[in-house]
């Protein structure tokens, strides 16, 4: 008898862990690493657990140009993880095209994403010859001024409302030993400024002539003169930021050592992670208070092809949880960013999230320059602009010639 | 042994020492299919439009014309032979005239060698960090030197587009001096007592001994020494990303910074090919003609 109970035992010992395999480990690889982005990528993870998988964290640090070498590198290599962030839009464009990633459309039907999904353009970014290859998560727009308000009562100036009262401002500022505007020295955020200066200054249709159809002679034109015109000042403004990465330039901000920065509403999450409050402690100006447009570029989850069945199981299973109304909620006020489905409730937002939901209800929106440009010709404006705002000896002149050639070469 | 199963008769030349050629042909194999099979790959398809994938669409000479119009390419060409003509010299004179010091017999000349071997024992990249912090002028030598009394003093090249590249040259010798001293003492060592005493006989003062004696007959070894810093400089990238990432601006970009980021990062593998092939045209520029005269014609090595 006693042996018999033993056998028993082991019999449930060794079909316990078979039972409970229905439930997979999933690698998910991101770049959210920064305090704010890892509370919100936690909640994530949360869900996605309490469908009875495993999250395995692959969090690569050093931003968007660290990370997705490696991510890609593992995809065609042979090693493919079981989800990966991008930023949708053109990024994993070839690896779509070259049969590596997983087909998502029945789970996007069954689950009536074309429906639930606003704006529509976040699921046409995921949608390459009418299948849909990724889950939107979040909407990241680069469109905001953030100020720190402790800044300018030290220079002893009223807070700016939009972008040219910063201007005017920033000898005030400078006086006090405060930097005006911070810029980190990683080339996207030159790059980035750039784009919300041109959306702010020249208008819409001016970006969408630019960066959509990629016309050279408005690039070329007296408009966009005007734009690099701003960003001459934008320059001058942020020399002195001696500092590298984009939460350190926040952090300027926070700490009241720098007047004010032009970045994604991604800066939201480190403001909220010191404890303060938007409205008292710093002030959110969308568009930069001149022209109230946010682009809706954002974050989406690819899923490679995996052979393994329990593994592709646990991968739909992923992306209906990363739409579910609740994760999207708690994923996104841990991050700052907007909810990608109309219908949830952001009663706990704060004052700049409500900004950005006002203004995506109202339907002023435009594609954000990842989901139009090629990253070869992003990486190509990032050169221009990180050389543009370290070295004053360039001419906005000459920097716009060699801007409207970029255009001009893009595909 | 096996080179005389043929008989009684010459030995067949392929035969010869069979036993070490099959036990070179895995060398061989990954010489010709991974170096040089590689190599060839990367100039073909340098010539295509490749993106992210590698494809055979051919374009000519359009990526190479794109690459020497990027003035990024341009600053990261000039970049690499500052770097390059400065490490060269300065290695080399540092590293001999330290090894020449230690070679007078002083105390402790293990502790010493050890000392100055250190830094080669790091990474680039950690060197890069060190160096990253000590030339930073919030908390590095500026500021020390400031809370000393010199309230003017201004140090900071790592943050001035005109002279970043020579703040990265510091770090690259730091950490490369010792081991070409290391080099040049084991040089050094080899040199006969015999000449010493003859030249001291002579009355021959001792510096005109190094440089016209000692010197030339180090010809192996500096040569040596020679190649070695030579890859080193052409290949520098860890070492500008963990100092400056490029910055500011493109002031400190290298070649082997702008391959990989425009075939990672850009998601365009040709343009990254043209400008890794313009690199193996430089390190053929400087190692064909030094090859030539050392393994080819005349054999009239000393």
């Known amino acids: 008898m006693k042996i018999r109970s033993f056998a028993a035992m082991l019999a449930t010992a060794v079909a316990l862990p078979l039972g409970a395999a229905n439930a997979a480990d999933l690698e998910v690889t991101h770049w959210w690493t920064s305090g704010g982005e890892a509370a919100a990528v936690a909640e994530l993870a949360k869900a996605f657990d309490a469908t009875g998988n495993h999250w395995v964290d692959g969090a690569i640090a050093g931003s968007g140009g660290t990370a997705r070498p490696i991510m890609i590198s593992r995809i065609t290599g042979g090693d493919p993880m079981g989800a990966t962030q991008f930023n949708h839009g053109r990024q994993a464009e070839e690896l779509v095209q070259a049969g590596l990633m997983r087909d998502l459309t029945d789970v996007a039907t069954r689950e009536k994403w074309k429906d639930i999904i606003k704006p529509a353009s976040l699921l046409d970014s995921c949608t390459i010859d009418g299948k849909i290859y990724c889950a939107p998560v979040n909407i990241h727009s680069w469109q905001w001024l953030w100020l720190s308000n402790a800044a300018f009562k030290t220079a002893g100036v009223e807070v700016p409302k939009n972008w040219d009262e910063f201007v005017a401002a920033a000898p005030a500022l400078e006086k006090a030993g405060i930097v005006p505007l911070a810029v980190g020295g990683q080339p996207w955020q030159a790059a980035g400024a750039f784009d919300v200066l041109m959306v702010a200054i020249a208008g819409k249709d001016t970006f969408q002539k630019v960066f959509g159809d990629k016309d050279e002679d408005v690039a070329a034109g007296p408009e966009i003169a005007k734009v690099f015109k701003a960003a001459d000042d934008a320059r001058r403004m942020s020399k002195g930021t001696n500092v590298q990465d984009w939460n350190q330039a926040t952090n300027m901000v926070i700490t009241g050592k720098a007047g004010g920065q032009i970045m994604g509403d991604w800066a939201q999450g480190e403001f909220a992670l010191a404890g303060q409050k938007a409205g008292t402690d710093y002030t959110c100006l969308p568009g930069l208070g001149v022209n109230e447009i946010i682009s809706t570029g954002g974050d989406a989850f690819y899923f490679p092809l995996l052979k393994d069945e329990e593994k592709s199981k646990a991968q739909e299973a992923l992306a209906s ?54 990253a070869d010709s992003q990486k190509q404006k990032e050169d221009l602009f990180s050389e543009f705002f370290a070295n004053a000896s360039i001419t906005p002149e000459d920097a716009q010639k060699r801007f409207a050639d970029i255009i001009a070469n893009a595909e | ?109 293990n502790t010493f060698r050890t000392i100055m071997l250190y830094p080669f024992a790091l990474s680039f990249i950690v060197t890069g960090l060190v160096w990253q912090w000590l030339l930073n002028p919030e908390f590095g030598i500026q500021s020390v030197v400031r809370s000393l009394g010199w309230e003017s003093f201004t140090f900071d090249p790592l943050y001035n587009a005109n002279i970043v590249i020579y703040g990265i040259l510091i770090a690259a010798l730091w950490q490369g001096t010792g081991l070409v001293m290391c080099l040049m003492l084991a040089g050094l060592r080899g040199i006969d007592e015999d000449i010493w005493k003859a030249a001291r006989v002579d009355g021959i003062p001792m510096w005109k001994t190094y440089i016209f004696v000692v010197i030339p007959m180090m010809r192996g070894v500096f040569i040596t020494t020679l190649v070695i810093i030579a890859s080193g400089i052409v290949k520098v990238y860890d070492l500008v990303v963990a100092q400056t990432s490029g910055g500011p601006g493109i002031a400190s970009e290298v070649p082997a910074k702008y391959v990989y980021d425009y075939m990672f990062q850009a998601q365009n593998l040709g343009q990254g090919f043209a400008a890794s092939t313009m690199m193996l045209i430089t390190v053929a520029i400087i190692i064909v003609p030094w090859a030539y005269l050392e393994f080819g014609g005349g054999r009239k090595r000393v």
């Open chain 1, 321 to 374: 949880s990363l739409l579910d109304p609740k994760t999207q909620v708690a994923f996104n006020l841990k991050k700052g960013s907007l909810p990608v489905r109309g219908d949830v409730d952001l009663a706990a937002a704060n004052d700049c999230m409500k900004k950005g939901l006002d203004i995506l209800a109202k339907g002023n929106v435009i594609q954000g320059t990842d989901q139009l440009l090629s």
């Open chain 2, 1 to 109: 042994m096996a080179g005389y199963t043929q008989g009684s008769g010459r030995p067949n030349q392929w035969l010869r020492n069979l036993n070490a050629k099959i036990a070179s042909v895995p060398m061989i194999l990954t010489a010709v299919v991974i170096f040089l099979g590689g190599t060839i790959w990367t100039v073909v398809y340098s010539f295509t439009n490749s993106k992210l994938l590698p494809r055979l669409s051919f374009v000519g000479f359009d990526q190479y014309e794109r690459l020497w119009d990027a003035p990024r390419w341009l600053v990261s060409v000039q970049n690499l032979a500052i770097y390059g003509i400065f490490s060269l010299i300065f290695s080399l004179v540092i590293g001999f005239v330290l090894a020449a010091l230690m070679d007078q017999k002083i105390r402790f000349e």
